[in-house]
Antibody, heavy 123, light 107 residues
Framework: QVQLQESGPGLVKSSETLSLTCSVS????????WSWIRQPPGKGLEWIGY???????NYNPSLKSRVTISVDMSKNQFSLKLSSVTAADTAVYYC?????????????????WGQGTPVTVSS | DIQMTQSPSSLSASVGDRVTITCQAS??????LNWYQQKPGKAPKLLIY???DLETGVPSRFSGSGSGTDFTFTITSLQPEDIATYYC?????????FGQGTKLEIK
């Protein structure tokens, strides 16, 4: 079955760019939609954005000016870049898959998820 | 953004109890509502999608119902392994949004 694994620096300095990668194993990255979701310490879940297998993206308006999600089909990976980070961006970051219908419609639930990677923004 | 409000925020129940969590959307979301279980230090796990459809492999003691703005998640007979935080999530409109979570503890 498909498995997702996040990777990247656990510590990022304030004002710099957070960069994470999600590696997909056990299945192809094509024909699906791929999301990033984050969870600040002790808090709830926030959807960051998704990347459709065609390369199109959709971002949460609250983060849109700072977020880029991209794909590397050759490596079966997709990535998240979040610029100008502050302490408010400290969180566990998860990648997750969304199924896509034959018609192209994106199913709105996340399954499976990666195990998550904690990122701390330091001043 | 569509606001999702869960209640209660925390809940203490005994093994074997019937447990109910509610989720209210700030506007009509039809049945575009999912439920997740998150155990400490773990990623969320999809339990129910489209308000009432049970994900494959999820025990039948979990169920969901509702449409429009009001939704219910039920565990018919609480088991020790059900201790977790539960989240609802809407996908009627972007951005996808989650409820604040309900932390379930054993009494």
């Amino acid at each position: 079955q498909v498995q997702l694994q996040e990777s990247g620096p656990g510590l990022v300095k304030s004002s710099e760019t957070l960069s994470l990668t999600c590696s997909v194993s056990g299945g192809s990255i094509s024909s699906y939609c791929w999301s990033w979701i984050r969870q600040p310490p002790g808090k709830g879940l926030e959807w960051i954005g998704y990347l459709y297998h065609s390369g199109s993206t959709n971002y949460n308006p609250s983060l849109k000016s700072r977020v880029t999600i991209s794909v590397d089909m050759s490596k079966n990976q997709f990535s998240l870049k979040l610029s100008s980070v502050t302490a408010a961006d400290t969180a566990v970051y998860y990648c997750a898959r969304q199924a896509v219908l034959m018609s192209g419609g994106i199913m709105g639930w996340f399954d499976p998820w990666g195990q998550g990677t904690p990122v701390t923004v330091s001043s | 953004d569509i606001q999702m409000t869960q209640s209660p925020s925390s809940l203490s129940a005994s093994v074997g109890d019937r447990v109910t969590i509610t989720c209210q959307a700030s506007q009509d979301i039809s049945n575009y509502l999912n439920w997740y279980q998150q155990k400490p230090g773990k990623a969320p796990k999809l339990l129910i999608y489209d308000s009432s459809d049970l994900e494959t492999g999820v025990p039948s003691r979990f169920s969901g119902s509702g449409s429009g703005t009001d939704f219910t998640f039920t565990i018919t007979s609480l088991q020790p392994e059900d201790i977790a935080t539960y989240y609802c999530q809407q996908y009627d409109d972007l951005p996808y949004t989650f409820g604040q979570g309900t932390k379930l503890e054993i009494k």
